[in-house]
C-alpha cells in the first residue's frame, strides 16, 4: 500500500469515476484502475461497486475512507514540515476564490504578496464558495478566500476578514423601485435574478426572508453578481448584491426593515500543516 494507491482511491471516490479521477490526477484509465486493483488485492477486499460508467464505495470502502484521508494528510503534513524549517516563503500555493471577491477585494492584498514573496508560485482559481470549501476539504486547494458558510465543516477551519452588507435592488424604472414599503409576498411575485439555489447567498437571502413558504419566478440564475446587476439595471427583477457594488443604476429596496449580512473570509482545513506561503498570506489578511 503505497501513497499513490491512496491517492487513486480517494480520487474515484470524490469524482465518482476511474476516468474522471484520471483526468483530475493527470493519469491515464488504465494507470488508475492498476493502482485501485493493487490496493484491493493487498487489502482482500472490493473497493468499488462498478454501476454503469460511476463507481460507488463498498461497505469496505466506505471504512477505509476516512483512514486513507488521514494518511494522505500525513504524507502531506509530513512534506511540508520538512518545507517549513527552510524559512523560506517560496513553493506553490494553490488559492480558491469567488469572482466577486477576487474582482473587489483581493487585488491590493495580491499586489503586496506578489511583491514581498516573489518567489512563490502562486495558482489562483476561482470557483463558488461552496466549491472553495470543498476544494480545501478535498486537498485540492491550500486555502480558500470566499463567502464562509453559516455552519462550517469539522474538517474546516473558517476565519472572517470582511463583514459584507448586502441590499435588495431593482431598476429605477421598475415596478417596486419607488415603493416605501415591500410586503415579501409581493416580491415574490415578481420575476428574481439570484444565485444559484446551492449558494450560502442565496440560502441566507430565503431564510432571513423567509422565502422557502413561496414560489419565486426566478427567470435568471447565476453567481456572476456583476451579471445580475446588468440585468436588474434593465429592469429584468430585482436581486440581491453586495452594498459594496450599488451605484445610480440600481435602487436598493427594503423588506420589513430585514437586514442581510454576509462574512466573507477564509478557510483553510484542519490538521493540515501550512506551508510558509500560505502563512504568510493568511499573515497579510489578519491585518486587514
Partial sequence: MDESQLKAFVAVNHTGSFT???????????????RIAALENQLGATLFDRIGRNSKLTETGYKLLPLAENMLLSFTNIRQSA????????GGLSLGTSHHIGLHRLPPILRQY??????????LHFVDSEDGVRG????????????????????????????????LVVGKMHPLANQDFIAVEELAHHEAILPDIN????????????LTG?????????????????????????????????????KKISINDIVLRRKLGYVTRNGKTLSNATRAMIGLLDRI
Avoid at 518545507?83 to 517560496?90: A, P, R, T, W
Avoid at 506578489?114 to 495558482?123: G, R
Wanted: a negative charge.
Fill in 20 to 34: 474522471a479521477a484520471a483526468d483530475r490526477l493527470n493519469l491515464t484509465q488504465p494507470a488508475i484502475t492498476k
Fill in 83 to 90: 518545507d517549513n524549517l527552510k524559512s523560506q516563503v517560496c
Fill in 114 to 123: 506578489t511583491n514581498q514573496y516573489p518567489d512563490v508560485e502562486l495558482a
Fill in 136 to 167: 480545501v476539504q478535498n486537498g485540492e486547494l491550500e486555502m480558500a478566500i470566499i463567502t464562509l458558510p453559516s455552519i462550517t465543516p469539522k474538517a474546516i477551519s473558517a476565519t472572517k476578514i470582511w463583514d459584507d452588507p448586502l441590499a
Fill in 199 to 210: 449558494t450560502y447567498t442565496r440560502a441566507l437571502l430565503e431564510e432571513k426572508l423567509m
Fill in 214 to 250: 413561496y414560489k419565486l419566478h426566478v427567470g435568471l440564475s447565476t453567481n456572476f453578481l456583476e451579471t445580475n446587476k446588468m440585468m436588474a439595471s434593465i429592469g429584468l427583477g430585482w436581486t440581491i448584491l453586495p452594498e459594496t457594488m450599488l451605484d445610480d443604476t440600481v
